[in-house]
C-alpha cells in the first residue's frame, strides 16, 4: 500500500518543498513546511549529502513530513534512494531502470518528460506523475491546459516556475501538485512556515471553488 499512501500524501498536500540543501539545512525546512500545513518535500540528489538529508528528517521528525528524492536519474540512485526510505522519486527525465525499481519498490515516480509521445509513454509505463520539463517552467501554465486537452488524465507535478503568486494559474491549468523552491526553502523555520501557510490557503481555496 505504500505507493498509494504516498501517492495520496502528496495529492493532499498539493504542493512540495523542491530542496537543495546541506542535511541540518534541509531538516530546518522541514520544519517549517510542517508547521506550515505543506508536509511534503523532494531533496535533490545533486547533492552528495542527499541520503543523509533523508535520514535526518526521518530521525527527528519520522513520517510527519514525506521526504522524496528529486534528480533521481538512474537505477543506482533510485536504488540508493530506496535504500534511505525515500517516499517518492522526482526527476527531470524519464529513465526505464528508475520506472522498473520504483515499480518494483512500489514508490511513486515522477518523470520529466519533455514531449505528449514521452508524456504517455511514461504514463504507460507506469509512472505517478508527470514533470513536465524544461518546457513547463519555460512556457508557462499556458502550455498546460494545451497539453491537457487531448489527454485530460495526465497527472501533473509541476516545478520549476511556481511561485506563491502564480499558483493559481497553474492550478486552473490542470497541474494536479505544484513543487516550489525558493519560497519554502529561503529563510528562517519561521518564514518558510509562513509561506508555506500561504501555498496552503491558496490550494484550499482553488480546491474548494472547483469541486
Same mark, same amino acid.
Given at each position: 500500500m505504500k505507493k498509494f499512501d504516498n501517492t495520496r500524501r502528496i495529492l493532499d498536500?498539493?504542493?512540495?518543498?523542491?530542496?537543495?540543501?546541506?542535511?541540518?539545512?534541509?531538516?530546518?525546512?522541514?520544519?517549517? %513546511?510542517?508547521?506550515?500545513?505543506?508536509?511534503?518535500?523532494?531533496?535533490?540528489?545533486?547533492?552528495?549529502?542527499?541520503?543523509?538529508?533523508?535520514?535526518?528528517?526521518? *530521525?527527528?521528525?519520522?513520517?510527519?513530513?514525506?521526504?522524496?528524492?528529486?534528480?533521481?536519474?538512474?537505477?543506482?540512485?533510485?536504488? *540508493?534512494?530506496?535504500?534511505?526510505?525515500?517516499?517518492?522519486l522526482y526527476s527531470p527525465i524519464f529513465d526505464q531502470d528508475v520506472m522498473n525499481i520504483a515499480n518494483e519498490y512500489q514508490v511513486p515516480y515522477a518523470p520529466g518528460c519533455?514531449?505528449?509521445?514521452?508524456?504517455?509513454?511514461?504514463?504507460?509505463?507506469?509512472?505517478?506523475?508527470?514533470?513536465?520539463?524544461?518546457?513547463?517552467? %519555460?512556457l508557462g501554465p499556458k502550455v498546460i491546459s494545451v497539453i491537457k486537452t487531448p489527454i485530460p488524465d495526465i497527472p501533473l507535478l509541476e516545478s520549476g516556475a511556481v511561485t506563491t503568486d502564480n499558483i493559481e494559474e497553474w492550478l486552473e491549468a490542470g497541474v494536479e501538485v505544484v513543487g516550489i523552491g525558493g519560497a519554502l526553502s529561503h529563510g528562517s523555520s519561521d518564514d518558510i512556515a509562513g509561506q508555506a501557510r500561504i501555498i496552503r490557503q491558496k490550494i484550499d481555496v482553488f480546491r474548494s471553488k472547483n469541486k
Open positions: 498536500s498539493g504542493a512540495l518543498a523542491v530542496v537543495r540543501a546541506e542535511p541540518e539545512r534541509v531538516l530546518e525546512i522541514a520544519r517549517g %513546511i510542517l508547521q506550515g500545513g505543506i508536509p511534503v518535500m523532494e531533496v535533490s540528489y545533486t547533492n552528495a549529502s542527499a541520503a543523509r538529508a533523508i535520514d535526518l528528517v526521518h *530521525d527527528k521528525l519520522g513520517d510527519a513530513v514525506l521526504v522524496g528524492a528529486g534528480t533521481v536519474n538512474n537505477g543506482p540512485s533510485a536504488k *540508493d534512494a530506496i535504500a534511505h526510505d525515500a517516499g517518492f519533455s514531449t505528449v509521445t514521452e508524456i504517455v509513454q511514461a504514463m504507460r509505463a507506469g509512472a505517478t506523475f508527470i514533470k513536465y520539463f524544461p518546457y513547463g517552467a %519555460i
